[in-house]
Structures are given as C-alpha cells and as structure tokens.
C-alpha cells in the first residue's frame, strides 16, 4: 500500500508542475486582410457557421474553452490547432495562389460531404459546431460556387 502511496503522490506533483508549462495561444486580435472572411465576401449565414465550426482550428484566432488551462489538455488542443492550420489556415487564405485555392476548397467540400468535418472530437463538446443538413449544404453550394469562380 505504501508503494501505491507513493506512485500517487509522484503522480500528483508531476501533475501539479505540468500545469506550470506554458502554451503558445493561437489568438490574434487582428484580422488580416487575407481573411477568406474578407477577400471573399461571405454572406453572413455561411459566415457565423465557418467562425462558429472552422475557425477554432483553420485560423490565426482560436475562441478558447475553459478547460485549455489544465496541461496535459492545453498541449493536446495546440498540437490539434497546428495541424489544423498546416492544413488549412483561413486567415492566411488570400496568400494562396488560385491553384492553390482551387484545390482547399476541393477537399474543403469533400470533407464536409464525408461528414469528417468538424471533427467529431470537437463537436461533442462544441454543439453548435455542428451542421444542420440545410447548413451543410448551404456551405458546399456556396464552396462550389467559389471554386468555379476561381477557375474562371
């Protein structure tokens, strides 16, 4: 029993001194002029639902939950939102050649259509994320439409 004792308070301390490693926070108060936001004009029902289910991870500003304050959580979530931005970053959306463009909104439109995005694992905790069959395919007519005026 005191071997488990102490495996316990090791544990804890090493919990108690993770939560003092700080993470980088993707947050920004500005937005850029290479917002897609911006350089395309979004109607606002398309709008508020990409802020609302993309935002978080494919931009320069991430709305962060309360929970992003317990390590090891915080570093989950950063590593989540670095891949998400490597992948596709909507702030920086401009930035991109047409070719470029062409292609993030081929897979863009796949991904909602596969219902891989949002995540799963981000919309058991964020409801609101998710879309609503009239949502979903108000986005994907609206990403079709884009493409085919990029490729114009």
Known sequence: ?????????VLLVAFVGIQFIPTERN???IVPVTDFMLVN???????????????????NNTNYPWYNKIQPVAWFLESHIDEGKTELNFSEWDSLSNRRKGSKLRSIIKQIESD???????????K???FSGTEKQDIISYMKKLKDSISN
């Open 128 to 130: 609101e994320a998710v």
């Open 1 to 9: 029993m005191k071997t488990v004792k102490k495996i316990m308070m």
């Open 41 to 59: 004009k979004v109607p606002n029902n398309i709008k508020s639902k990409l802020q609302v289910s993309c935002y978080d991870c494919h931009s």
């Open 116 to 126: 891989k995005m949002p995540l799963s694992s981000y919309t058991i905790i964020h």
């Open 27 to 29: 947050q920004s108060d």
